[in-house]
């Protein structure tokens, strides 16, 4: 028996925890991979290094992207289709996934070899700053098919009723992560491109390892075990459902380059800098909301499979509640120990120093409310509502070009961090009512019938 398996007897509470921990600690791992490469860059190369990395990053959002999308929904499918008590086609499903990481790999590489250097002009990088982004996008056009494959491999094995593999793989690359960025960027001084190939090699550990397991007894499903057999349906369905996943990556990939663009036109080189300080301090909040979404996603899943409307609801209020304790907590962390945490990621630049504590007061100071966002996509995706999902994605990108446009026209720099938390508080007012309509909508549909997971 799985670890992981849920006797008939056991709570929804505890049935959400056994999924949602080891979804936040590998989203929390798969975090530590930018965090890390901050963290080194920000001390060895310093403020143009930090820059550079943040004008690189919205350019590869989309090759992490394609590994989610496909990650989660195939994983969702998968999770449907068990709680269907369907094995076979749960098998076919995560199969039909792996070879869609491979195909979307290989036009990530040829995406990156074709715009990257466009898209780093656009966001109006020059000098060091410049030459430095395009050595770590160098990497990532050979490496691509291990970053998406590595982006899809822990959602697959989680659904396969393995969370706690699809967290030991990510743990395993952040580890190696951390020791390949010493040696290439301490040691060697290979600068930005020691940090890409750092992140790569580290990947592929996840990737073999992953692949590992599904080759093992341990898997439930055994694909390897069984005839391979793969759906041209479910490829469809994977990416309609895992497309609100790639839109939710690549908005934050658009915005943050959009942020670049008017950090550099109405502040300085060292505003961009304290940009990606920010960003890697919501990172380790969104990472979080992240899991826990991603946690909740198996459950709703196999509720919906299994018409168990009722245990739906008590699985969002138990994440929503979960999700805006963990924002408080940390926003308030931030706001009382700035030098500290900011302190990470530079050697004593005063100037970012200055900088990056006003983005912490302006710019996350509705953060939690992003996590409530995330929770109203996963939920439409994890029920099959693949649309309302997209749309909720979507709207999280557009809704803040408005505030984009207009705010820095009358406060400059400061309009520039003020546009996320009014967007925020505009969609989340939307957003939350409609997820919890939908929620008590389904609910009046059928008495319960769930038979195993409780």
């Not at 505890?14 to 080194?40: E, H, S």
């Not at 996943?245 to 550099?264: D, E, I, P, Q």
């Not at 693949?386 to 809704?399: D, E, F, P, R, T």
């Not at 446009?405 to 967007?423: D, H, N, R």
């Amino acid at each position: 028996m799985h670890v992981t398996e849920v006797k008939q007897g056991d709570s929804i509470t505890k049935t959400f925890w056994r999924f949602t921990i080891p979804a936040i600690a590998a989203m929390i791992v798969n975090g530590l991979y930018q965090l890390v490469d901050g963290i080194f860059v920000g001390h060895y190369i310093g403020a143009e290094g930090l820059e550079a990395i943040n004008i690189a990053w919205p350019v590869i959002a989309i090759v992490g992207g394609l590994g989610l999308m496909i990650g989660m929904g195939a994983g969702s499918l998968i999770s449907i289709y068990r709680g269907e008590d369907n094995p076979c086609k749960a098998r076919s499903a995560m199969a039909t996934g792996l070879v869609l990481t491979i195909v979307l790999g290989a036009l990530a590489s040829l995406y990156l070899l074709l715009f990257g250097d466009v898209l780093v002009k656009l966001q109006g990088a020059s000098g060091l700053a410049y030459g430095y982004a395009n050595d770590y996008l160098d990497v990532f056009k050979l490496g691509s098919v291990a970053t998406v494959i590595a982006g899809a491999l822990p959602f697959l094995i989680r659904n396969d009723d393995s969370p706690f593999v699809a967290t030991s793989m990510m743990v395993a690359g952040a580890l190696t992560n951390i020791v390949l960025d010493y040696l290439f960027i301490g040691l060697l001084g290979w600068g930005l491109k020691g940090a890409a190939v750092a992140t790569v090699l580290a990947q592929l550990v996840s990737v073999l390892m992953g692949l590992a397991y599904l080759c093992s007894s341990r898997s439930f499903l055994g694909i390897f075990r069984h005839p391979i057999k793969l759906s041209v349906s479910d490829a469809g369905q994977s990416l309609v459902l895992g497309c609100s996943s790639l839109v939710m990556f690549m908005y934050y990939g658009v915005l943050v380059g959009f942020h670049n663009r008017l950090f550099a036109e109405y502040g300085t080189p060292v505003s961009v800098a304290a940009f990606a300080v920010v960003g890697y301090l919501m990172t380790l909040y969104y990472v979080v909301a992240e899991g826990i979404a991603e946690g909740m996603q198996p459950q709703v899943s196999f509720y919906h499979g299994a018409q168990s409307y009722s245990k739906i609801a008590k699985v969002a209020k138990l994440a929503t509640m979960v999700s805006l304790t963990a924002g408080f907590i940390w926003l308030a962390v931030l706001n009382l120990f700035p030098d500290f945490v900011i302190g990470m990621f530079n050697g004593g630049n005063e100037a970012l120093l200055q900088e990056a504590t006003l983005g912490i007061r302006l710019h996350l100071s509705a953060m939690y409310l992003d996590g409530l966002i995330i929770l109203a996509s996963m939920y439409f995706l994890s029920v099959g509502k693949g649309g309302k999902s997209l749309s909720i994605s979507v709207a999280n990108m557009l809704v803040q070009f408005p505030f984009l446009y207009t705010l820095p026209k009358f406060w400059g720099v400061e309009g520039v961090w003020l546009a996320m938390p009014i967007s925020n508080v505009v969609l989340a007012s939307v957003v939350i009512p409609v997820m919890w309509h939908d929620i008590l909508k389904q609910q009046k549909k059928q008495p319960e019938l769930c038979p195993a997971m409780a």
